[in-house]
């Protein structure tokens, strides 16, 4: 069985489009549909055909391309089953705890409630990948529009707990001003340090920040350290809860102006 192909790109202005293809079957998935103009044209460059649409939460910058792109090539649309009346038509509703297929591989349903009551990440074991959509971004996670700091906090715990070297794909570029809310309550973390010198030189160049995994944002993503202790310190709530200082470094990140 041949590697999955990924190809990264960028859509509207700072989403990213993912395209996830089998060499051997040909199947291919775009995860979220952020333009459809954007994603067919990726798909005419590489010669490929889609057959899947994975959405995973209702956002229009997620959704806005699926009738088009299920206008144009048929694909079967994949989405969280407590969305769909936002979404739309789902050929396939899934929820958490559910397996489905593509391309021979299992993916594995993720809830992830929290930037959408309804989140969903689609995990494939099998290739060491996570497509999380809103929940989790490098150095970073989605707002909360939809959920309580407790559901977020869950969502990114059940994220952290999935293998290390796990790939993770995101839904937006948002890595460099990320890096530097990380650094305002994290700055003696030496591994953060580090990473914002490539996430720098790789923006200086317009160059794309993604993918990441699980172990690198474990070490340097602040929302994802809201239990170290220098953490806790750097906030003044050494004694509280993990969930009541991850709600307060999400608060201060909406009000952050790096």
Known sequence: MAKLVIQQFICRTDNFGVLVHDPDTGATATIDAPDEAAVSTELARLGWRLTDILITHHHYDHVEGVPGLKAIYDARIVGPTSEADKIGPLDLAVAGGDIFSFAGRDIE????????????????????????????????????????????????????????DTVVYCGHEYTLSNGRFALSVDGDNQALVERMKTVEALRTEDRMTLPTTIAEEIATNPFLRASARTVKEKLGMAGAGDVDVFARLRQMKNDFKG
């Open 109 to 164: 349903v993720i809830n992830v409630p929290g930037h959408t009551a309804g989140h969903i990440a689609f995990h494939m074991p099998s290739e060491q990948l996570a497509f999380v959509g809103d929940t989790l971004f490098a150095l970073g996670c989605g707002r909360i529009l939809e959920g309580t700091p407790r559901q977020m906090w869950a969502s990114l715990e059940a994220l952290a707990a999935l293998p290390g």
